[in-house]
């Protein structure tokens, strides 16, 4: 709700005009944020499914609103208040086509559909399709359709866009929801009659025949409220599940949502509406889908006795909760699509279900949110302006990283964007009044695609400065950068680079970020050499899109170059936000070894005390037990909900204390105290939170035995987990939400007044190596720094296998271990000077032979293992047949890789291998290209399969198929993909990066997105050179003659050269091209 929003499309059209108020407070996380995207880590894991991209694909544009939508095959049929349709890309005003109120589109294109052209003299507010698919109603306030009267509802065919003739039932009152089974239509709104038949707001005709039906159930209002039903859907042979403002059905409560039976009118059970209070004018359940037996819905409410905001699923047979999405901000229609919910909405506050809070001063809108089919945690009390008591504790969804940016609309003047969501299995669509999507014009109507259709272009963001900071530590240098964003994955890869850009990383890791919450990254560089140095920081998402800052140079002293860490490699690797060595000489500082907030460190504390970790010359701290006896940040942080504190301590004392806790206080005792790890009078560990009551685990045993203990507490939506020694103690399951507030980390002691086991609140031992994480390490995590502080590290076991194509050899070192985890990195050398890192590797060599290939894998604690293999490779074979060949049947995130045969891809410009396809990307006026260095040679024909993903924009999409390139001297065919769906096929020289045109002519019939078309080029001769060209679409045989031949004898270029592909997108395009290629083979021409 806002009070800058109307409360729902239909209600405001029915004139039960509501201006609504979003409010909330600050709010925590409950289930863990969703680690999913469009390429999730885990996508097998139901609370993490794939989504569609966040790419906006262009689509027809309207001049006012949509409010309803309906897909039927690779149709999408679209009603709303407009009066004209426009192109992708066209402005406000300019190409525009008369559409009155309803339009149809192509879900594949974008494009109009131009045969479907009704004429309707008022708007529409619902469209349904029959279930076989024949037929589509619309309801709304029209009264006529073609010149032919139509009261409220009509029904068009699929098959020719005609009316039918014989469905012509005259409704009084608007017509808001519509279901059709194959014999009978069910529609209802603001209903008061059928011809002169009365009707309280629902109703049933003949599909056949349109006559009215007696099915008549009674929606009612109790004094103040409204009955008005604003959607339905059928779930089975004999339900209709429908929802509006009423709080019953045929005088038995059913709030806001209710069962009815198809057949007799009379009342289902359907559990939901016993906790959804939804009802009356500021109110309701406003929209409704049903997919694999369960229904959804969403609602909105306006200060009235409603309890949600967000969306619903319950089973479809007797209304059981499957879960609630409780996010503050009205929602207005829901899609369900694989295993993710997708709703149109103006959610600002999601933080019941472990999302983003409440963003103040500045109020935060998402018009376009997805969450889980499967219930990943439960419903919490943290934002507190509504009244959510009875959700509390059921089952939540989790809130998924796909935050397209939606541009609220004029037309209606309530501050919405989107008010309709609807697709199929390819893809997702949205209608509404957005104007603009993702910075491009594209107004009221947007679709996104599931991965293997999308061009994946949106990456990594950021509004701060993307910048690393430098800072001298004793022993390191000390790097850190804001973590950034991406609309659809939360999960980036971080690349520090010292000196030159081509360096093996410094460090590297993918991490987890959401919009709401960037937190500052960092990792240490202890391999520098004295003397000036510059680093670079680069953060890339799956698809290869990568951001990068700009060098920072820093002057390393003699004495900053560090002694090799096992235990603190480990801790960096698995993620650490802050690592505190407490192992400086003296002074009051101690140093964040992976993040920016250095503790500063009491008088009572003690530096230079001999450390926990085994072979490790890393001192520890000695904490005398007194309140001047520890250590703190010094920067103010939000809490965290997923989190684990980690630290080594050794103490006699039997007095108990605190070890590393949250409070809101630098010093002394903290009014606010909270994620504690602490120890009693009789010596055992405990770890707990506060959300109310304490939620504590404690050790059965004592550890103040004067040894060293490792000790790990962890918070997530499972409970509260506490380890020592590499051990689970124990878990307080639960989702729990901990006190939220603003403070800082504290070592040694502060306030532990209420807790109980108790103890003394300042700690008398020693403490070492604090670590604070914003995940939940596992028990492998745990145990492996346990095992790598008492210098019980194994040592890894290298293996690898090969595969060789030509002069290519691949390696995979997938069967490489490690006995305490995860490998930390693999270096290979390839016998011949060339070297690699990663997993998998590749490497073409320049002459046929039999080398060695060695493997080094290096694990958390530094231990290496190396193994070799032989490799035979042989000259690609020459004369007839392929001398390149790539059908692109592997995942490369940055660059093509090396192809099945012709050698390794040289690329420019954002280029990867996804889904089968090898991809170039490119933003107007950019130029990308991929060439094949190792073919070289003159009369060659060249082929491939060319897709765009999506129409051109602007001046077109430029693609050209390359032969004989040396240098900036090719011939070339070279296709313009224009935004009108035509194709210019055109042949080309270029010499010193100055292109010639030689011929053209306009491919008949054009392309469609998504469509291949198959290019084959061949140039041949010398002095003159022939080249020519055929293209033809996927699914059509190729043509027996060349569509264009030209000669061309220019000195330059006749001698062998290379063979690649170049796009480039126009400088007046409004997005991003992508080009998709396969099935590329180069052979001798002829």
Same mark, same amino acid.
């Given at each position: 709700m806002s009070a800058r929003t109307a409360a729902s499309p239909r209600a405001l059209l029915a004139g039960l005009l509501a201006t609504l108020l979003l409010a909330g407070v600050l709010g925590g996380v409950v289930p863990a944020t969703a680690r999913a995207d469009w390429a999730p880590l885990n996508p097998a894991a139901p609370a993490t499914p794939a989504t569609v991209t966040a790419d906006a694909l262009p689509t027809v544009q309207i001049n006012g609103v949509v409010w309803a939508q309906a897909v039927v095959g690779n149709t999408v049929y679209v009603g709303g208040d407009f009066t004209q349709a426009r192109p992708a890309g066209a402005p406000p005003g300019t190409s525009e086509t008369p559409r009155s109120y309803l339009l149809a589109y192509d879900i594949r294109t974008g494009e109009l559909i131009s045969s479907f052209a009704p004429s309707l003299d008022g708007q529409v507010l619902a469209i349904t399709a029959s279930p076989d698919g024949s037929r589509i109603y619309v309801g709304g306030d029209f009264g006529r359709v073609n010149g032919q009267v139509r009261a409220r509802i009509a029904a068009f065919s699929t098959t020719t866009g005609q009316l039918v003739s014989e469905f012509r039932p005259a409704v009084s009152g608007q017509v808001m929801a519509i279901a059709a089974s194959n014999s009978t239509v069910y529609f209802g709104g603001s209903v008061t009659a059928v011809g002169s038949v009365a009707r309280t707001r629902l109703a049933a005709v003949s599909a056949a025949t349109g006559?009215?039906?007696?099915?008549?159930?009674?929606?009612?209002?109790?004094?103040?409220?409204?009955?008005?039903?604003?959607?339905?859907?059928?779930?089975?042979?004999?339900?209709?599940?429908?929802?509006?403002?009423?709080?019953?059905?045929?005088?038995?409560?059913?709030?806001?949502?209710?069962?009815?039976?198809?057949?007799?009118?009379?009342?289902?059970?359907?559990?939901?509406?016993?906790?959804?209070?939804?009802?009356?004018?500021?109110?309701?359940?406003?929209?409704?889908?049903?997919?694999? #037996?369960?229904?959804?819905? &969403?609602?909105?409410?306006?200060?009235?006795? $409603? @309890?949600?905001?967000?969306?619903? /699923? !319950?089973?479809?047979?007797?209304?059981?909760p499957v879960w609630f999405a409780d996010c503050r901000g009205d929602h207005y229609s829901v899609h369900v699509s694989g295993g993710a919910v997708y709703t149109a909405s103006h959610a600002h506050d999601c933080?019941?279900?472990? #999302?983003?809070?409440?963003? &103040?001063?500045?109020?935060?809108?998402?018009? $376009? @949110?997805?969450?889980?089919?499967? /219930? !990943?945690?439960?419903v919490q009390r943290i934002s507190e302006l509504r009244n959510n008591t009875r959700l509390v504790g059921q089952p939540a969804p989790s809130l998924l990283p796909w935050d397209p940016a939606f541009q609220a609309g004029t037309f209606t003047g309530q501050f919405q964007a989107g008010w309709s969501v609807s697709g199929n299995g390819d893809y997702v669509v949205y209608g509404g009044e957005f104007p603009v999507v993702n910075g491009v014009g594209q107004q009221g109507l947007v679709r996104f695609a599931v991965p293997a259709l999308a061009p994946k272009t949106v990456g990594p963001a950021t509004s701060r400065p993307f910048t690393l900071t430098p800072t001298m530590v004793p022993g390191a240098v000390r790097l850190n950068w804001p973590s950034v964003t991406d609309r659809d994955n939360e999960n980036l890869t971080y690349r520090v680079h010292r000196d030159t850009d081509t360096s093996a990383p410094v460090c590297e890791a993918t991490r987890p970020t959401r919009w709401w919450d960037l937190p500052t990254f960092g990792c240490v560089d202890t391999g520098a050499a004295a003397g000036s140095h510059r680093w670079l920081v680069t953060v890339s998402d799956p698809a290869g899109n990568r951001l990068t800052s700009s060098w920072v140079t820093a002057t390393v002293p003699a004495a900053s170059s560090g002694a090799n860490r096992p235990y603190a490699r480990s801790v960096a690797a698995d993620g650490a936000l802050d690592h505190w060595y407490l192992g400086e000489a003296s002074g009051n500082i101690a140093y964040d070894y992976a993040g920016p907030r250095d503790l500063t460190v009491g008088g009572g504390v003690t530096r230079q005390a001999a450390g926990a970790i085994q072979g490790d010359a890393n001192t520890a701290s000695a904490f005398n037990g007194t309140s001047t006896g520890s250590a703190s940040t010094g920067t103010a942080v939000p809490s965290p909900q997923v989190f684990s504190v980690e630290a080594w301590f050794q103490t006699t004392s039997t007095a108990g204390g605190k070890i590393i806790g949250f409070g809101d206080r630098t010093s002394g005792l903290s009014g606010l105290y909270d994620r504690q790890v602490y120890m009693d009078t009789a010596g055992r560990v405990t770890f707990g939170i506060w959300n109310g009551a304490t939620q504590l685990v404690t050790s059965p045993g004592a550890y103040n035995d004067g040894r060293w203990h490792h000790v790990v507490g962890t918070m997530s939506p499972a409970g509260v987990s506490l380890y020592v020694d590499g051990a689970l103690i124990g878990t307080k399951a639960g989702s729990f939400r901990a006190q939220q507030f603003t403070g800082y980390w504290r070592i040694g002691g502060d306030n532990m007044n209420g807790w109980t086991p108790g103890g003394a609140a300042w700690f008398n031992g020693r403490i070492d190596e604090v670590a604070v994480y914003p995940t939940a390490l596992s028990l492998q995590q745990v145990s492996t720094h346990t095992a790598l502080g008492r210098g019980q590290n194994q040592a890894p076991t290298a293996s690898f296998t090969t595969q060789v194509a030509d002069l290519t050899a691949r390696v995979d070192a997938a069967g490489s271990t490690d006995p305490e985890g995860v490998l930390r990195s693999y270096a290979w050398d390839f016998g011949n000077g060339a070297t690699a890192t990663g997993v998998t590797a590749s490497h073409t060599y320049a002459t046929p032979g039999t080398y060695t290939v060695r493997l080094t894998v290096t694990d958390g604690g530094g231990l290496t293992a190396t193994t070799t293999r032989t490799v035979t490779v042989t000259a690609a074979p020459t004369g007839p047949g392929s001398v390149a060949a790539d059908s692109f049947g592997r995942e490369v995130a940055s660059g093509w890789g090396t192809a099945?045969?012709?050698?390794?891809?040289?690329?420019?410009?954002?280029?990867s291998v996804t889904g089968g396809a090898g991809r170039l990307s490119g933003a107007p006026g950019q130029s990308t290209s991929a060439v094949?260095?190792?073919?070289?040679?003159?009369?060659?024909a060249v082929q491939a399969a060319v897709t765009l993903p999506q129409l051109a924009t602007g001046g077109g999409t430029y693609v050209s198929l390359v032969t004989q390139k040396v240098g900036l001297n090719d011939y070339r065919v070279k296709l313009r993909y224009r935004s009108d769906g035509q194709v210019e096929v055109m042949l080309a020289r270029t010499v010193a990066d100055t292109e010639t045109i030689l011929g053209g002519y306009q491919l008949p019939g054009g392309y469609a997105a998504g469509t291949p078309l198959t290019v084959r080029f061949e140039t041949s001769g010398g002095a003159p050179t022939t080249l020519k060209v055929k293209v033809w679409r996927a699914g059509t045989a190729e043509p027996a003659a060349w569509g264009l031949t030209r000669t061309d004898d220019t000195a330059a270029l006749q001698r062998p050269g290379a063979v690649g592909l170049e796009t480039y997108v126009s400088g007046s395009a409004t997005a991003t091209s992508v080009v998709r290629v396969d099935d590329l083979r180069a052979e001798p021409a002829g």
């Open positions: 006559a009215l039906l007696s099915w008549a159930p009674q929606p009612g209002p109790n004094t103040g409220t409204s009955n008005h039903v604003m959607a339905m859907v059928l779930t089975g042979t004999d339900q209709l599940v429908v929802a509006g403002r009423f709080n019953t059905l045929n005088g038995q409560a059913a709030t806001g949502v209710g069962a009815l039976s198809t057949s007799t009118g009379a009342t289902r059970p359907f559990a939901v509406n016993q906790l959804v209070t939804n009802n009356g004018p500021n109110g309701a359940i406003n929209s409704l889908t049903v997919a694999n #037996g369960v229904v959804y819905g &969403t609602g909105y409410d306006y200060f009235g006795t $409603g @309890n949600l905001e967000g969306t619903f /699923a !319950a089973r479809a047979d007797g209304g059981t933080a019941n279900i472990g #999302g983003f809070p409440e963003q &103040t001063p500045d109020r935060v809108h998402m018009f $376009g @949110n997805a969450v889980s089919v499967a /219930a !990943a945690g439960t099945e045969r012709g050698g390794a891809w040289a690329t420019t410009g954002t280029t094949l260095p190792a073919v070289n040679r003159t009369d060659v």
